[in-house]
Nanobody, 123 residues
Framework: QVQLVESGGGLVQAGGTLRLSCAAS????????LGWFRQAPGKEREIVAT????????YYAASVKGRFTISRDNAKNTVYLQMNSLKPEDTAVYYC????????????????WGQGTQVTVSS
């Protein structure tokens, strides 16, 4: 059974940092793109960042570019999201996901999803 399990969410003040982790089990995703997405209350789920299969290409939403960093460790089957300079508008449930292709910035390419971790940024 394939599982993606996020961790590292929590409550932080504006300007603070958090590091999210997502560990995969059940199969290896070393040949697949991985991504982080988020969904705020009353809003649709949106892309945050994606990384290609070997970590050489990344994509960031304009709203997080320069503040967030996505990385992966294929030996650990894990993807990370370092979040710096957090803002109240970053408050959301954050999901990690794995694609069925080596590289994609399209949400529809991502078919394996974690349960999500809550990130709350207070002002």
């Amino acid at each position: 059974q394939v599982q993606l399990v996020e961790s590292g969410g929590g409550l932080v003040q504006a300007g603070g940092t958090l590091r999210l982790s997502c560990a995969a089990s059940g199969r290896t995703f070393s040949g697949a793109a991985l991504g982080w997405f988020r969904q705020a209350p009353g809003k649709e789920r949106e892309i945050v960042a994606t990384i290609n299969w070997d970590g050489t290409s990344t994509y960031y939403a304009a709203s997080v570019k320069g503040r967030f960093t996505i990385s992966r460790d294929n030996a650990k089957n894990t993807v990370y999201l370092q979040m710096n300079s957090l803002k109240p508008e970053d408050t959301a449930v954050y999901y990690c996901a794995a694609a069925d292709t080596k590289w994609s910035i399209l949400q529809r390419s991502y078919h394996y999803w974690g349960q999500g971790t809550q990130v709350t940024v207070s002002s």
